[in-house]
T-cell receptor, first 115, second 108 residues
Framework: AAGVIQSPRHLIKEKRETATLKCYPI?????VYWYQQGPGQDPQFLIS???????DKGSIPDRFSAQQFSDYHSELNMSSLELGDSALYFC??????????????FGPGTRLTVL | GQQVMQIPQYQHVQEGEDFTTYCNSS?????IQWYKQRPGGHPVFLIQ?????EVKKQKRLTFQFGEAKKNSSLHITATQTTDVGTYFC????????FGGGTRLMVKP
């Protein structure tokens, strides 16, 4: 079965640089969520999109922005990177029928390291 | 805002022993989900509980939702080395609010 695809899987950046993470949801899933997971921590919700519109916002820094495109893939743009941004970034998707239940299917994550 | 907490943070068990992790929410939950994350992996959905007092079983795993819908537990009977990982509960709504997770380590 198709899963959520994230790219790149690993990314190394320097402080103050920018990064773009991509997420391709499971086919026919129209809701995308972004989470940040620091070492030894639980995933923290950043932002979500439903039908290409932002639906909920969590603890996403102002330096970050995201969008969902017409093909439902999503991109998380991160600017002025800081050392503290080093983390695993997960994308999750869910289909409309399950959205109200909240069941989310997580991608493998992108490990961002900021030097 | 909603806060979800889990205890214990870590648990070492001998293979064959039982394991339980407890989840508590500061607010009443519409439903609760459980995820398992293997070391180096991503969270994988295990189950969702919706009804007050609900109990669900998956092989050696038993999930409970409290009567007040503010707490939940996951119990694993006779742990195996394949059970190693971090178990997260998550209060579910438009977003998931994860508990801190319980990291289970199983000694063979």
């Amino acid at each position: 079965a198709a899963g959520v695809i994230q790219s790149p899987r690993h990314l190394i950046k320097e402080k103050r640089e920018t990064a773009t993470l991509k997420c391709y949801p499971i086919p026919r899933h129209d809701t995308v969520y972004w989470y940040q997971q620091g070492p030894g921590q639980d995933p923290q919700f950043l932002i979500s999109f439903y039908e290409k519109m932002q639906s909920d916002k969590g603890s996403i820094p102002d330096r970050f922005s995201a969008q969902q495109f017409s093909d439902y893939h999503s991109e998380l743009n991160m600017s002025s990177l800081e050392l503290g941004d080093s983390a695993l970034y997960f994308c999750a998707s869910s289909p409309t029928t399950e959205r109200s239940r909240g069941t989310q299917y997580f991608g493998p994550g992108t490990r961002l390291t900021v030097l | 805002g909603q806060q979800v907490m889990q205890i214990p943070q870590y648990q070492h068990v001998q293979e064959g022993e039982d394991f339980t992790t407890y989840c508590n929410s500061s607010t009443t939950l519409s439903n609760i989900q459980w995820y398992k994350q293997r070391p180096g992996g991503h969270p994988v959905f295990l189950i969702q509980l919706v009804k007050s007092g609900e109990v669900k079983k998956q092989k050696r795993l038993t999930f409970q939702f409290g009567e007040a819908k503010k707490n939940s537990s996951l119990h694993i009977t006779a742990t195996q080395t394949t059970d190693v990982g971090t178990y997260f509960c998550a209060g579910a709504g438009n977003m998931l609010t994860f508990g801190g997770g319980t990291r289970l380590m199983v000694k063979p």
